[in-house]
């Protein structure tokens, strides 16, 4: 880690030089930066230029293709075809994989949740089922998510198909059988809204306590992370829940992240408290020194899933769909290169810049149509902005003159930076 720190402080040196998002993640000391995929987007060259640069996502997960529906549509038949179009793409770019899932309500084929089952048949299935597909990515993957969205909002059990017939049972039934099936692999419990504290979050301490109590492993527990702009918890309200789970000797992640504008088109304001929510998000996942790393649920506005599920909303990601990075992206860029600075200031190995590269600067030209503006806000504050902070852009009332010896660069119409 000190060897990637120090690179990553040697490239950060050179004035106007930028890191991708893996690459500084992990001189901050995190497992990998990544994003979710699925099948049709790898048709998309632009797109998939993007998405296998390890520098920036270092890590993948399949966002579809490895759920019941695709892996086993009948009782008894399975089939990889399509998850394995991920993992191998991933693995040709020397990129993690999260695997994604074995045990879930939805995307689950009508001869599981339609049948009438006994407990021990219900058993077999779920041991049969993760047994195969656990078994056949054996060794390639780093975590599963091995159960996925047990629990209602207000904390009750989800009653899907597993929990009527089985009870809580299923969960350490599942957690067994992908311990036999891929001892490497690190086992997760996944899920939304348990990202701050109350009812839901509560019940999940309840099911790593459960897992545990049965004498199963469970090594970590993946936060989604879908938040609104404006309604993401803070940074440190966020941390603290990371740390709850730490406590019981998990490890932890933020594993479907996007924020999401609860109406269109945004504002130049909005996309600032975007890039401030997604900095929050990043920011716990920093504080907490077992969280190992961030995946946004795809990273490009064209392959979000915001649009389709909830009307009139989107824009969720660190990309706009033309390609070009949000303020966001170039926030949690900033955030990421002070703590890869600041971890690598504690290093004594030799820097090297050989392994690190520079991003494109994106033409203000390129941003959507729709979401450009060309008023400016007369800056507010006459303090100066320190290196990685920001000095400028469209809504913009921070500082506009940055620290000695840096200077405020332009990364795009919303967003300047200190370098
Ligand atoms: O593949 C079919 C295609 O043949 C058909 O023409 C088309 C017509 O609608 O549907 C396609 O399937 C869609 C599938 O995504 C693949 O694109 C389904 O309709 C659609 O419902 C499905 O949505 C997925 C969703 O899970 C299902 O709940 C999203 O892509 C996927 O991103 C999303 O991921 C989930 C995580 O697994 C768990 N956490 C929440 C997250 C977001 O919902």
């Known amino acids: 880690m000190h060897l990637v720190a120090t690179a990553a402080a040697a490239l950060l040196a050179i004035p106007g030089a930028q890191a991708n998002l893996n690459q500084l993640a992990k001189a901050a000391g995190k497992l990998y930066f990544g994003s979710a995929t699925d099948n049709g987007e790898l048709s998309d060259s632009a797109y998939v230029a993007v998405l296998k640069n390890s520098n ?21 038949v399975f089939s990889y075809t399509q998850g394995d179009v991920i993992t ?15 045990v879930w309500h939805n995307q689950l084929p009508s001869w599981v949740s339609s049948g009438s089952w006994t407990a021990a048949q219900l058993t077999d299935i779920l041991n049969t089922h993760i047994a195969s597909e656990v078994g056949h990515y054996k060794g390639q993957c ?19 198909v597993f929990y009527n017939v089985l009870g ?6 599942a957690f067994k059988a992908a311990a036999a099936a891929d001892p490497a692999a690190k086992l997760y419990y996944n899920d939304y809204n348990i990202e701050y504290s109350g009812a839901k979050a509560t019940a999940a301490l309840g099911i790593v306590k459960l897992i ?5 492993r469970i090594d970590g527990v993946g936060f989604q992370g879908h938040f609104i702009v404006g309604g993401t918890p803070s940074q440190s309200a966020l941390a603290s829940v990371l740390n ?30 975007q890039a401030n929510d997604y900095a929050a998000v990043v920011g716990a996942c920093l504080a907490v020194s077992k969280c190992v790393g961030i995946t946004v649920w795809d990273f490009d506005d064209k392959y979000s899933w915001i649009p389709s599920t909830f009307s009139g909303q989107g824009e969720a ?22 703590a890869a600075t600041s971890t690598a200031s504690t290093s004594t190995t030799a820097p090297t810049s050989t392994a690190l590269i520079t991003t494109t600067k994106p033409s ?36 506009t003159v940055c620290a000695s010896p840096f200077t405020c660069k332009e990364q795009n119409a919303w967003y300047s930076q200190c370098l």
């Open 168 to 173: 809580t049972s299923y969960i350490p039934i």
């Open 88 to 102: 191998s793409f991933a693995q040709a770019n020397g990129q993690v994989l999260r695997c994604h899932n074995l």
């Open 56 to 76: 920036e996502f270092g890590q993948i997960t399949p966002g579809n293709t490895q759920k019941w529906q695709y892996t086993e549509p009948s009782n008894g």
């Open 212 to 216: 545990q109590n049965a004498g199963a």
């Open 364 to 399: 203000s030209t390129s941003l959507p149509t729709t979401t450009k503006t060309t008023s400016t806000t007369t800056p507010t504050s006459t303090s100066t902005a320190a290196h990685w902070g920001q000095c400028g852009g469209n809504g913009w009332t921070g500082p």
């Open 142 to 160: 780093y975590a599963w998510d091995v159960v996925n969205e047990a629990l209602n909002d207000d904390g009750t059990y989800r009653t899907d």
């Open 244 to 273: 709850s789970f730490v406590t019981l000797g998990v490890e932890v992640a933020y594993t479907e992240v996007d924020v999401r504008f609860s109406s269109l088109p945004a504002t130049s304001a909005g996309y600032t408290q």
């Open 317 to 338: 990601c660190l990309y706009w769909q033309n390609l070009t990075a949000k303020p966001a992206y170039y926030k949690v860029q900033s955030l990421l290169a002070a």
